[in-house]
């Protein structure tokens, strides 16, 4: 490796990834998935040389092992449960499971295939590193960490002053954040200042809230809907949303419950969140489509059901900036509880424009999987027949059940 070792924890990761890691090693430890990465961005090119970093990054995070102090800090987390982690004393990356070529438009192509235990924990790791590496070589990462300071000064004082009031915020940006040095920058600065009306609550990174005394923040992704609901070829994709919210309600009961909406659409899943996954679960959280429009929506729904939705939570996690959050926190103000998990805009605002990369699952049990949410667009499948076979599934529910 040309850079320090990028990661250097197991437990620096997304949260949602341990929620959903327990609920698989206990109810699908044997599914198996494939996940792909993709550059959004048209005018990014990876080098040779950083394909090369990347590799060995991963490599050396492959190396990696929960130590006894973060599996008792894992066992502290009111909803985690001692089976999970012995497994996780146990379980180690395999950098067997990766391809990394530069057999890609972008110049960077890396796949990875295994058990879904293992290759769920391998995205956010692997996103952290291809950004890190990107920004370290092909810009001056010195001036680049400056306007980061700059920046985030600017913002925090913006919340210091009242000029934006946006309530309960998280931070969420460990998948695209310009280094491991920003990130914790940020939580660091975000949660020693005092905000008016702003409330710091916590981050994704679970090394960073253990770190830091913080709450660590998230409960599920796009993939639990997709490989739940999609990969047992007898199911009707049509109704991911409801294999999913059974299998989390199973492992988890009323605790760790925010549900997401989009994965096939938030109409769609509202056929499926009727009064009893509704009254479990504390809430539902909005990442495409216009953010207003989706509240309206829940707060309806809710009200159709005979359930207050002050009692519950909208948590808004879409490309948002402190701006947008005080904006959506004024429209909604006395109908929800709103909370904000923002990413980006905390973890890598510099001067130069981020990394728009993703690594999601296209295949679970040797079939395609696929998400249509709310912004076309989102979505990432391999196979365009299987996306309009799971579109008029969706479409014949909607029409007919």
Sequence with gaps: MKLNQIMNSLLENDMYKFSMGQAIYHQFSDYKTTWSFKCRNSEVHFTEEMVDEIREQIRAYCSLRFTEEELLYLNDITWMKGSYVDFLRLWQPRFEEFE???????????????TWLNTSMYEIPTLAIVNEVYFRMAYDYDQLLASFKRKLSEKTACLENGSYQIGAFSEFGIRRRLSAQAQELA?????????????????????????????????????????????????????????????????????????????????????DFQLTYATLFSGVRHD??????????????????????????????????????????????????????????????????????????????????????????????????????????????????
């Design 187 to 271: 939580v660091l600065e975000l949660k020693e200042k005092h905000f008016y009306n702003s409330t710091f609550v916590g981050t994704s990174n679970v090394y960073l809230a253990k770190k830091y005394g913080l709450t660590p923040v998230g409960t599920m992704a796009h993939e639990w809907i997709m490989c739940v609901g999609q990969g047992n070829h007898k199911h009707n994709p049509a109704y991911s949303n409801w294999y999913a919210m059974d299998a989390w309600v199973k492992e988890y009961g009323i605790l760790n419950g925010i549900a997401l909406t989009d994965a096939i659409t938030t109409d769609c899943f509202l056929r």
């Design 288 to 401: 495409s489509g216009d953010p207003c429009e989706w509240g309206d929506k829940m707060i309806r729904h809710y009200e159709s059901l005979g359930i207050d939705p002050k009692t519950k939570t909208l948590l808004f996690s879409d490309s948002l900036d402190f701006k947008k959050a005080d904006e959506i926190l004024r429209y909604f103000e006395g109908r929800a509880k709103v909370a904000f998990g923002i990413g980006t805009y905390i973890a890598n605002d510099t001067d130069v424009p981020p990394l728009n990369i993703v690594m999601k699952t296209t295949a679970c049990n040797g079939m395609d999987v696929a998400k249509i949410s709310d912004t076309p667009g989102k979505g990432m499948c391999k196979n365009p027949d299987y996306v309009h076979y799971l579109q008029r599934c969706i479409d014949w529910r909607m029409d007919h059940a």
């Design 100 to 114: 990394i070529t530069g057999d890609a438009e972008c110049g960077l192509s890396i796949e990875a295939k295994g």
